[in-house]
Each structure stands twice: as structure tokens, then as C-alpha cells.
């Protein structure tokens, strides 16, 4: 019987037919989803009971979902965050877990300068005047002479930091296991949490996660900060407490808040009172939707799949 492969990324067969055949051509029977969003669990519960992988987007995989995949040997997160997935259930169960460091920075890296000039310039307001016939002059900072603040340097934090080159900014940035090399290269100036939020006027988040780093911008940090700051993020929505933003975004205390992530998603109005207000921009989740990504991701998720269920090691094994 033919290994059954499930594809829970919506379009994965549209933005990566390279990966998408890949798999094909080992001869699993492979089941795509027809959603435009990540399934519920209640709609994946039925889907999983007999797969041998999945190609995980953001869907719940927990205990009771790999409680009801008994055949489930792997699972590779199309992306690189991992707090959708179980880790220390999929070790009880005894699932291989993979992801894509990495693969997905540059464009996650493109979407947050476009986020932070959107703030800076206040373009989307911009737009919607003179689209409605006011044609007014409004006057801003500029990013020259700025100092710039990144919160995590990782990938996509030392490639923000290599566009900022041309800016003609000053950049701190802070990390627990900070890249001096790196750093250096592109005139980085490492420093603690404390000095990047109370030194900054654009601050980008950009770390993973983790229960340091849930609720790290709060009331307490946010105290810290230069008034009319501008954050750009995007982390996972869970770094920052969204309350704690909204008073301060009211309040004056930030000026700006632009983001590519929420506590809740699919965010709207009624869920994410941020939405609300006329200082923040908010996008979809949509850093990482590029058409060179969405093919890496693939191949590079294909491929894991394919390892683990021929009996070899998958590359960015996490479980």
C-alpha cells in the first residue's frame, strides 16, 4: 500500500509543483487541502488516522491530534516556528518533527522594511487621503540619523540588519547568543534588551517564541521606550502583549505599530482591538508569502518527508 503524505499548507501544489511532484514521483498518495487557511482541529482529527507525513502549516498539532494519527512518523512545519506543533507529544509518540530555518528570512526580511517605512512615512494613510480627494502635505521623520533597535539576530534579524546598510542608521540589536561577526560586518552594535528598547526609534522584534521571550514587550518594557517609537514585528503575535500596546499606541507612548502577527489568528476587529486604531498596520501573516519562498519551503519539506519515510535522517530534525 502506497505511503499516504498530507499536505496541510493551503496552494503548497500551486507554489511549490517542484516539491508537490516530488513527492508524487516516490509514489505516496498525497491529499492537499482545497482551505485558504490553516485547518481547525476539529477538521484535521478526520484527515489524519491513517497518513504516514504531513507537511505542517500552523495547524494544532497536539496530543489529540497525534493521538489520532497512529501511522504518523513525520511531521515538517512549512515555515520555522514550532509553537504550533507539540514538541514533547510528538516525542511521547514518537514523530519526527523538521522545520526550514532560514529559508524563509529574506522575504520575512523584505515584508518588515516595507512594514517600518510603511509606519515611518505613514503611507497608508497617505493614501487613503488623497484617494479621497484631500491632498495634504504631512511631514515625518527620516530613518537617516534614526537609531534602529533589533530584538533577536537571527536570520531574519542579521538580514534586516544588512538592508539597514543603506539607511544610513544607527543599529543596535540584541540577542542572548549575540553574532559579533556578523555584527561587525554590518556595523551592528550589540547591546542589552534595556539599552535597545530606552536608545530607539524604530524597534524591530524579530525573536522566536519562547517562554523568555512570550509577553516581552509589556507595560513594564514599554515604560522603557522613547515616546512616539515605532515597533515593526514579526515574531509570533504571543511576544507582545497586545493590551499592554494598545494603552501605549492611546496613550502616545508609541507612535506606531506595525505588524505581520497577532495572539489571534485569523486576527479581525472584534478579536484584536489593536485593528481599531489608526496608528497601527497590520498584515496578515504574510512575510513569508513570496513565490521563491513558497518553492524552498516546499522542496526543502518534500524532501524531509521523503528522508524520514525512506529511513534516513531529515535535515533540520528538531524532535
Not at 133 to 143: D, P
Not at 237 to 253: C, I, S, T
Amino acid at each position: 500500500m502506497a505511503k499516504k503524505v498530507l499536505i496541510a499548507k493551503p496552494a503548497f501544489k500551486k507554489f511549490s509543483p517542484t516539491g508537490y511532484q516530488m513527492l508524487l514521483d516516490q509514489g505516496y498518495d498525497v491529499i492537499t487541502t482545497d482551505l485558504d487557511r490553516d485547518y481547525f482541529l476539529e477538521e484535521l482529527l478526520p484527515l489524519v488516522g491513517d497518513i504516514d507525513g504531513c507537511i505542517a502549516n500552523c495547524e494544532p498539532w497536539g496530543e489529540e491530534a497525534m493521538s489520532a494519527a497512529p501511522k504518523l512518523k513525520i511531521l515538517a512545519r512549512y515555515g520555522t516556528g514550532m509553537n504550533s506543533v507539540d514538541t514533547e507529544a510528538a516525542k511521547r509518540h514518537g514523530i519526527m518533527v523538521t522545520n526550514c530555518p532560514g529559508v524563509n528570512a529574506n522575504a520575512v526580511a523584505e515584508h518588515v522594511i516595507a512594514l517600518m517605512m510603511g509606519a515611518v512615512r505613514d503611507l497608508v494613510h497617505l493614501n487613503d487621503m488623497t484617494k479621497q480627494g484631500l491632498w495634504k502635505n504631512l511631514t515625518f521623520h527620516e530613518v537617516a540619523g534614526a537609531t534602529v533597535g533589533i530584538l533577536g539576530f537571527g536570520a531574519i534579524g542579521r538580514l534586516v540588519a544588512k538592508k539597514l546598510t543603506g539607511f544610513d542608521c544607527r543599529v543596535l540589536a540584541y540577542d542572548v547568543a549575540p553574532d559579533y561577526e556578523v555584527g561587525d560586518q554590518y556595523h551592528v552594535s550589540f547591546t542589552s534588551f534595556e539599552k535597545v528598547m530606552s536608545q530607539s526609534d524604530i524597534i524591530f522584534i524579530l525573536v522566536p517564541l519562547l517562554p523568555d521571550t512570550e509577553n516581552m514587550i509589556n507595560r513594564e518594557s514599554l515604560k522603557l521606550v522613547k515616546p512616539g517609537v515605532i515597533f515593526v514585528t514579526d515574531a509570533r503575535g504571543e511576544v507582545v502583549d497586545e493590551e499592554a500596546m494598545y494603552d501605549a499606541l492611546v496613550g502616545g507612548q508609541v507612535g506606531f505599530f506595525a505588524s505581520d502577527v497577532f495572539v489571534h489568528e485569523p486576527a479581525t476587529p472584534e478579536n484584536t482591538p489593536l485593528l481599531k486604531l489608526p496608528n497601527v498596520i497590520a498584515t496578515s501573516h504574510n512575510g513569508a508569502e513570496t513565490y521563491e519562498n513558497l518553492e524552498k519551503c516546499g522542496i526543502m519539506t518534500a524532501q524531509q518527508i521523503i528522508d524520514a519515510l525512506e529511513g534516513r535522517e531529515p535535515v533540520n530534525r528538531r524532535v
